[in-house]
């Protein structure tokens, strides 16, 4: 077993992983940030409060008993709430991270397909003949010139 593991590890693909990992939550980090306070703060004042992040619905009240005027103090009272003002901020969080994935997946699928045509372009297409050096199709079985059969490329 340890030496699946060290086999494992020693592909190039999991190094790849661990970077596109580490880059991913450095990724995600940038995005919520973007969302928490650029994004979201003129959302917010649309709907008529400073920070969308701190809508919320009292459930049950805390210890001390409400309104509380911020999801904090609410928090800190003890009471229970939904916190929906927090999970909209985490649904266009994802949306822009899954958005900035496909754009990258799309690009890489592109540039997938750019080499493929390259090389199909690079891939000779005549042979000479070994007989008499004639150009001929890569695809020829005979010579059309000398009819020599031409050798089989394996």
């Given at each position: 077993m340890l030496k699946d593991f060290r086999d494992f590890i020693k592909?190039?693909?999991?190094?790849?992983?661990?970077?596109?990992?580490?880059?991913?939550?450095a990724f995600t980090v940038?995005?919520?940030s973007l969302v928490s306070d650029i994004l979201m703060p003129p959302i917010g004042l649309i709907f008529g409060d400073a920070s969308l992040a701190d809508q919320f619905v009292v459930m049950k009240n805390g210890a001390t008993a409400g309104p509380y005027d911020t999801l904090a103090a609410a928090?800190?009272?003890?009471?229970?709430?939904?916190?929906?003002?927090?999970?909209?901020d985490a649904v266009i969080a994802f949306i822009i991270v899954a958005f900035a994935m496909f754009i990258?997946?799309?690009?890489?699928?592109?540039?997938?397909?750019?080499?493929k045509?390259?090389?199909?372009?690079?891939?000779?297409?005549?042979?000479?003949?070994?007989?008499?050096?004639s150009s001929v199709s890569i695809k020829a079985t005979k010579c059309a010139f000398c009819t020599a059969d031409m050798p089989s490329e394996a």
């Open positions: 592909r190039g693909n999991v190094l790849d992983l661990a970077v596109a990992f580490v880059l991913g939550g940038i995005v919520k928090k800190k009272a003890g009471a229970v709430t939904l916190n929906y003002g927090s999970f909209i990258i997946v799309r690009y890489y699928k592109r540039m997938q397909e750019m080499i045509k390259e090389v199909a372009a690079a891939a000779p297409t005549t042979k000479n003949c070994p007989f008499c050096q």
